[in-house]
């Protein structure tokens, strides 16, 4: 008989839960909102494991609230920053996550994003549904080419060179920043490194890829919109704090940004009435870039594996913080 409790904090496909319910006592959220905090608090007393989305903040309290029976944490998300990481860690609770298996489907958005905002397809697509297309105009939604342009790639982890593939097809001319990278796959795609000033002023399109740390917040801000090339168009897939928002909106208000393309927003969702919903050049999209039904289940799959291996003392396949792990030795 399974001994352990898990606490799920939202429904999520039966290809992971069907795993956890045949090794542990499982309790999910059945709200289709995200528990609130006070939910949550007490939903994690006495369990020895959760399984969390990037939606709830898995922090001191909440791994206070459980109590020091918690082995293993585990998030629905590539990103951990809604996880104090180092708290865990101090705790010797591995801190699960899931890479890799959706990096083809953020990637295959991304691109969609880019040529949605290019070529001003949902601008257009809401003008012939309010009536107000009269005619073929040879001047008429007139929009920036994507073939053999210049793409600025912010980050270039998985996300960010598998964004490089897909341009290749079109015969950009791809540029990256990351302080991080090392390797050189970037040869293999034709990717060039250069600074981020440089990136900004020479890209026609600008894509975020990087993840949010204090270090990256609003990384893209009015200095650095000032610095990009006029009439550019920004697309962001990462996570919303990477970009100040109400840079942005002056941006593309004053047209030195011709549109951008956004996933993701800080906060999410985007409150009623944000300046940015008022502008028609810019696409809002409801942080849908892992929505393909095969990278949902592989997710499922692996925050699943993720959180049995910790609640059974094994190394998780994919850790966020795996010090943890030599911290035992």
């Known amino acids: 008989m399974p001994q352990d409790n898990v606490f799920v904090t939202r429904l999520i496909p039966q290809a992971g839960l069907e795993k956890l319910r045949g090794a542990c006592r ?10 609130a905090r006070e939910a949550l608090l007490e939903k994690v007393r006495g369990i020895h494991g959760i399984l969390c989305l990037l939606t709830d903040r898995i922090d ?3 791994m206070d609230a459980a109590g020091p029976q918690l082995r293993a944490i585990s998030t629905y998300a590539v990103g951990f920053d809604n996880i104090d990481v180092v708290e865990a860690t101090q705790r010797g609770i591995p801190v699960g996550h899931t890479p890799g298996v959706l990096t083809e489907a953020c990637a295959d958005l991304t691109f969609a994003l880019l040529m949605a905002a290019a070529r001003r ?3 257009g697509d809401r003008q012939v549904r309010a ?18 342009a210049v793409l600025g790639l912010v980050g270039f982890g998985r996300i960010g060179q598998a964004v490089a593939k897909r341009a290749g097809g079109f015969g950009m001319r791809v540029l990256f920043h990351d302080p991080f990278y090392t390797g050189y796959q970037h040869e293999a795609l034709r990717a060039q490194p250069v600074e981020l000033d440089m990136l900004l002023a020479q890209s026609d399109f600008v894509s975020l890829h990087a993840p ?4 990256t917040r609003h990384l893209i801000n009015r200095e650095s919109i000032a610095k990009m090339k006029v009439g550019s168009i920004l697309i962001n897939t990462a996570r919303g704090g990477l970009l100040d928002q109400d840079a942005l909106v002056d941006g593309l208000s004053r047209r030195h940004l011709a549109a951008a393309a956004l996933d993701v ?23 849908i870039a892992s929505a393909s039904t095969t990278a949902r289940g592989r997710m499922a799959v692996l ?27």
């Open 131 to 148: 009536g107000l297309w009269r005619t073929w105009e040879p001047l008429g939604w007139l929009g920036a080419d994507v073939h053999e």
């Open 303 to 329: 925050a699943t594996d993720n959180l049995i291996a910790g609640l059974q003392g094994r190394r998780m396949p994919h850790c966020a913080n795996p010090q943890v792990y030599e911290n035992r030795r």
């Open 121 to 123: 397809v949902v601008e």
């Open 26 to 35: 499982l309790e999910i959220w059945p709200g289709a909102l995200p528990p």
């Open 265 to 287: 927003t800080d906060p999410e969702p985007m409150p009623e009435g944000h300046p940015l919903l008022r502008l028609d050049n810019v696409i809002i999209t409801p942080h």
């Open 212 to 215: 949010l740390t204090p270090v």
């Open 60 to 62: 001191r309290a909440v």
